[in-house]
């Protein structure tokens, strides 16, 4: 068993980088009993009883937008996936969690405190752009300009990154996620139905998309009329989920702006030159990548895992005693002052 672990705590997903490698990808989702809470299905299995789960039992997400939001539901959560990495050995890992850029103190402690109770040994907090860099090997200790963005579920994250900090970030709560709600939203205004989050989710999926389609593609899903309440069949196209999730694209876009509005000039000049580097799962619905570069008229480096990328980068960077040395010009924010309890 690894003494060192990496942990990306999503709104949707935990990832768990040990060795060289991730060892654990399962849902940010726990199913528990009402009345009681003793925990029923944690995982993929708790997810898959989303909609379908009678009145004695809940599905929870304790992981909003990056943040504990039920604090005992998350101690459970994170303690299972620990004990399966782990498998219960006398030795306690010591990790590193990534967390959205600009947590207040109190919510930082708060992820602290529940991996620790979880089984941690040590736990530290790195910021996720930081762990995006190290997870990509990036060299951003030079005074160079390089810009990230990692569009999460629960969150889009921006950075500007310079001789080893963090210049100019944000943490926009507005991501993948969105897209799911707003394709709910729109199913029920145009076609008059209920659909549910997994169902959307499948939507964008199969056929969501930023950019129009030269070619219409579309597909058949099942929701439930407001009207009737009983169950029924409707076609969606992928240029109406394009509309639905146009709003949702422009305020990822108005956060990227901000940033670079906010950064020196020279550092945006190195950027436009070397590309911004993008990834996380919420970039991977059609036509991103190839949009945003266009209205930003700058070139978008995608990179071959999106998704773990940020996992990677908290086992590297735990794992790496380079990131840790007092002779780097890393302070809080970056990889000098991880708060390490």
């Not at 709104?11 to 060892?23: E, P």
């Not at 499948?202 to 929701?223: A, L, P």
């Amino acid at each position: 068993m690894r003494a060192t672990i990496g942990i990306d705590i999503g709104s949707d997903r935990i990832r768990i980088y040990s060795g060289h490698s991730i060892v654990l990808d399962e849902p940010s989702c726990i199913a528990v009993k009402v009345y009681s809470g003793e925990p029923v299905a944690f995982g993929q299995k708790a997810r898959d009883m989303i909609g379908k789960t009678g009145e004695n039992v809940s599905v929870i997400n304790p992981i909003q937008r990056g943040v504990i939001t039920e604090y005992e539901e998350a101690l459970m959560l994170i303690k299972e996936y620990l004990g399966r990495v782990c498998k219960n050995k006398m030795i306690k890992p010591k990790v590193l969690c990534s967390m959205p850029s600009g947590l207040s103190a109190v919510q930082m402690r708060s992820i602290i405190r529940a991996v620790k109770a979880a089984g941690a040994r040590t736990a530290a907090l790195i910021e996720s752009p930081i762990a995006l860099a190290v997870g990509l090997d990036l060299d951003f200790s030079t005074p160079h300009g390089t810009v990230v963005v990692d569009v999460g579920a629960g969150t889009t994250d921006v950075a500007v990154l310079s001789l080893g900090r963090l210049v100019q970030c944000a943490s926009a709560k507005t991501a993948g996620c969105d897209f799911d709600d707003a394709i709910v939203k729109y199913v029920r205004k145009k076609h008059n139905i209920v659909i549910g989050e997994m169902t959307a989710r499948r939507i964008k999926e199969q056929i969501g998309c930023i950019s129009k389609r030269n070619i219409e593609i579309g597909m058949t899903v099942k929701g439930n009329s407001i009207y009737t309440g009983l169950p029924i069949s409707f076609e969606i196209t992928a240029n109406e989920v394009c509309e639905a999730c146009e709003d949702v694209y422009s305020l990822m876009v108005k956060a990227i702006r901000e940033v670079l509005e906010r950064t020196p000039p020279e550092l945006v000049s190195d950027a436009a030159n070397d590309g911004i580097y993008l990834t996380g799962g919420g970039m991977l619905i059609h036509g991103f990548e190839k949009r945003l570069g266009e209205e930003l008229s700058t070139k978008i480096k995608t990179v071959p895992d999106p998704i773990n990328t940020v996992a990677r980068g908290t086992g590297v960077a735990l794992g790496n005693a380079k990131y840790f040395s007092k002779g780097g010009d890393y302070r809080y924010r970056n990889l000098g002052e991880l708060i390490l309890e």
